[in-house]
């Protein structure tokens, strides 16, 4: 006999009207052990998060916005759970973002969010208008960054920033009041 599920107050349907455009409006990243530290956020049962006091940066908290095309047909976020037979599971959270030509600027922010060992968290916002703490339980790091000049004048000269991890639950949701904190 396999493990039960309590299907009592749960709902999944289908909205119309809901926005449910793709693409992404908002990355914003911060270290995984500085927002533990601070206290800055906390995650109560069920998965509501909490972002403390009037915002992260104001209880001390560095974060970097990243500045990209929300229409460049590239940028994304993804969150992948997989469960096995044998009771394991994981999930694999990915954001794929794209910056616009590859100056030394970008260079040198990407060269530091690729520091290997790091970890990071990701508060994404949606085209759709929703809104995700991504990689807090065991954080993010930079997978890969792809520099390319283009090969021909209608080609995208570009750094490609593909940041992934492996939680244990799908990425947390943020409300809009919280979301507000994050970005204050």
Not at 59 to 66: E, M, R
């Given at each position: 006999?396999?493990?039960?599920?309590?299907?009592?107050?749960?709902?999944?349907?289908?909205?119309?009207?809901?926005?449910?455009?793709?693409?992404?409006?908002?990355?914003?990243?911060?270290?995984?052990?500085?927002?533990?530290?601070?206290?800055?956020?906390?995650?109560?049962?069920?998965?509501?998060?909490?972002?403390?006091?009037?915002g992260l940066?104001?209880?001390?908290?560095?974060?970097?916005?990243?500045?990209?095309?929300?229409?460049?047909?590239?940028?994304?976020?993804?969150d992948v759970?997989?469960?096995?037979?044998?009771?394991?599971?994981?999930?694999?959270?990915?954001?794929?973002?794209?910056?616009?030509?590859?100056?030394?600027?970008?260079?040198?922010?990407?060269?530091?969010?690729?520091?290997?060992?790091?970890?990071?968290?990701?508060?994404?916002?949606?085209?759709?208008?929703?809104?995700?703490?991504?990689?807090?339980?065991?954080?993010?790091?930079?997978?890969?960054?792809?520099?390319?000049?283009?090969?021909?004048?209608?080609?995208?000269?570009?750094?490609?920033?593909?940041?992934?991890?492996?939680?244990?639950?799908?990425?947390?949701?943020?409300?809009?009041?919280?979301?507000?904190?994050?970005?204050?």
């Open positions: 006999m396999g493990c039960a599920v309590d299907f009592s107050g749960l709902t999944l349907s289908y909205a119309c009207g809901t926005v449910s455009s793709g693409g992404l409006k908002t990355i914003i990243l911060a270290d995984l052990a500085q927002l533990k530290e601070d206290g800055a956020v906390t995650v109560a049962a069920g998965g509501a998060v909490t972002i403390g006091g009037t940066v104001t209880s001390g908290v560095d974060i970097l916005t990243l500045g990209f095309n929300n229409k460049d047909a590239f940028s994304n976020f993804t759970k997989t469960v096995n037979a044998d009771g394991s599971s994981s999930v694999v959270p990915t954001i794929q973002v794209e910056f616009l030509r590859m100056d030394a600027a970008k260079r040198t922010t990407l060269e530091e969010i690729a520091t290997p060992g790091a970890e990071i968290v990701a508060f994404v916002e949606t085209a759709a208008g929703t809104y995700h703490m991504v990689g807090y339980d065991f954080g993010l790091y930079a997978g890969t960054i792809d520099g390319a000049s283009g090969a021909s004048r209608t080609d995208k000269n570009r750094y490609q920033l593909t940041l992934v991890g492996e939680e244990n639950v799908l990425a947390y949701t943020l409300d809009s009041a919280n979301w507000a904190k994050v970005t204050a």
